[in-house]
């Protein structure tokens, strides 16, 4: 399935947070402070994959999907009482349904259908896709708290458990997007290379994206995770995500 678009994309105005500073209300917490750690994508070649990323072993291959069925039905189990919970809210909260559908794009440029609990209003995209903005008007009142705390991102844990997903990896992106970002931005396609994550390396080091210039941000650091993902930075990614959560930083 083709998911490119000769669609030009119009990069929208964002005040991104410096790199390796913590956003603005949270200066003088250190332990919500960014990390550095991206790769140089104006001195990357065509090939460069082929010298610079290693294909992992079967036995890092088998460590990984270990570690995603392991922490994601614990996390399922663990969570049910909070699911339960948030489902009811949301169908309170708002008129539509419970779940949020969408299809996204994963290993090899395959496609899937991603699961959330909504947080927007079901007219959100009714003038098409665009990316949420800061104060969106879209969200529902449960979605801001939704959103706030990546509570609506949990049932994704049931991709990961089909293996469309990964704990750690690249955000998984929709096809509107992916192809337009491909075109803009070089590279932009070698993030296919490794599954989709609930959490990654990008996102524990740069806030929510919405332009063209937060895509290549946030790609510098997806590239670095292909390069270095290890069973050691997964965890380590995964020990961030609880720090970004407490910190409720980047969320929109």
């Known amino acids: 399935m083709s998911f490119l678009s000769p669609e030009p994309l119009t990069a929208a105005p964002t005040a991104p947070f410096a790199i390796g500073a913590a956003p603005p209300f949270l200066h003088g917490l250190s332990q919500c402070n960014y990390h550095p750690g991206q790769l140089d994508l104006d001195a990357l ?3 460069w994959r082929a010298s610079a990323v290693a294909a992992p072993s079967t036995t890092a291959r088998a460590a990984q999907r270990s570690l995603d069925l392991v922490l994601s039905l614990a996390g399922l189990a663990l969570t ?3 699911l339960l919970l948030v489902a009811v809210l949301v169908k309170l909260d708002s008129p539509g349904p419970v779940f949020y559908r969408q299809e996204r794009v994963g290993l090899g440029g395959r496609t899937f259908v991603l699961v959330k609990f909504r947080s927007m209003r079901v007219d959100a995209e009714a003038a098409g896709p665009r990316w949420a903005s ?3 008007p879209r969200v529902t009142r449960l979605g801001r708290l939704l959103r706030l705390t990546r509570i609506d991102e949990l049932p994704q844990l049931l991709m990961v458990l089909a293996g469309s997903m990964s704990l750690v990896g690249p955000r998984p992106e929709r096809p509107h997007f992916v192809g337009q970002l491909t075109q803009a931005i070089p590279h932009f396609a070698d993030r296919i290379a490794v599954k989709p994550g609930l959490t990654g390396w990008a996102q524990v080091n740069y806030p929510y994206g919405a332009s063209v210039e937060d895509a290549r941000q946030k790609l ?3 590239l670095y995770y292909l390069q270095h993902r290890s069973l050691l930075l997964d ?3 995964l020990l961030a995500t609880i720090r970004v959560v ?3 930083s980047g969320a929109r």
């Open 45 to 47: 070649t065509s090939d």
């Open 220 to 222: 510098a650091y997806d």
């Open 235 to 237: 965890l380590r990614i």
């Open 246 to 248: 407490l910190c409720g």
């Open 134 to 136: 800061e104060h969106d």
């Open 80 to 82: 049910l009482p909070l």
